[in-house]
């Protein structure tokens, strides 16, 4: 990996707009000049391909890896022979080394560098007060945050704003893999 990658963690509850975030995100530093990625976590199986689609039939015939590639696009299906709880860093690992920013949508336990997006909901515990890996807060009303806060605070519906924080504090998000052994 390039060591000039800069890695970012977006937390919240389900429903909060990390996605949707994420998305207005990625053009704002495309036009910037930046090569985006994209790492995200399901907590079901997500399937990307389809019945009747040669990769599905052969993934379902038993094939451990499927790789489809055009001119345009690769595709990696890898499936497992028992559930695995993958890391951030194992999914970091398996990106291309060409990119200057990986964003990555969930793994709200992870040791990475992380905005948290906060909407207030019943029964949401903010991770902020508690996750030293916090380093900024994205919500929709500063007023309504469950607790004061010296974190940057930066607006949710304003995409330009959060890559402008971001790019003016990128070195908190450079990233290096850990050693093989804290994985």
């Not at 022979?81 to 990119?99: D, G």
């Not at 903010?126 to 500063?142: G, H, I």
């Not at 945050?145 to 940057?152: F, I, K, N, V, Y």
Request: charged share 25%; hydrophobic share 45%; glycine share 8%.
């Amino acid at each position: 990996m390039a060591g000039d990658m800069r890695v970012t963690g977006f937390a919240g509850l389900s429903g909060v707009g990390k996605t949707t975030l994420i998305e207005r995100l990625i053009p704002a530093l495309r036009a910037q000049g930046q090569r985006v990625s994209v790492v995200k976590h399901a907590h079901h199986g997500p399937d990307v391909d389809h019945p009747g689609k040669d990769s599905f039939r052969h993934r379902e015939a038993g094939a451990f890896e499927v790789v489809v590639a055009s001119s345009r696009r690769l595709v990696l299906m890898r499936e497992f022979e028992c559930e695995v709880a993958l890391t951030v860093h194992q999914m970091l690992a398996e990106l291309s080394p060409v990119a200057d920013w990986v964003l990555v949508d969930g793994f709200r336990d992870a040791d990475i560098p992380k905005l948290e997006l906060w909407r207030q909901q019943p029964g949401g515990l903010a991770l902020y007060p508690l996750d030293p890996f916090v380093v900024a807060v994205v919500t929709d009303d500063p007023a309504k945050l469950p607790e004061p806060t010296g974190l940057p605070v930066l607006d949710i519906n304003d995409p330009q704003a959060v890559v402008a924080w971001m790019q003016a504090h990128a070195h908190r998000f450079d990233y290096r893999f850990p050693e093989p052994d804290a994985v």
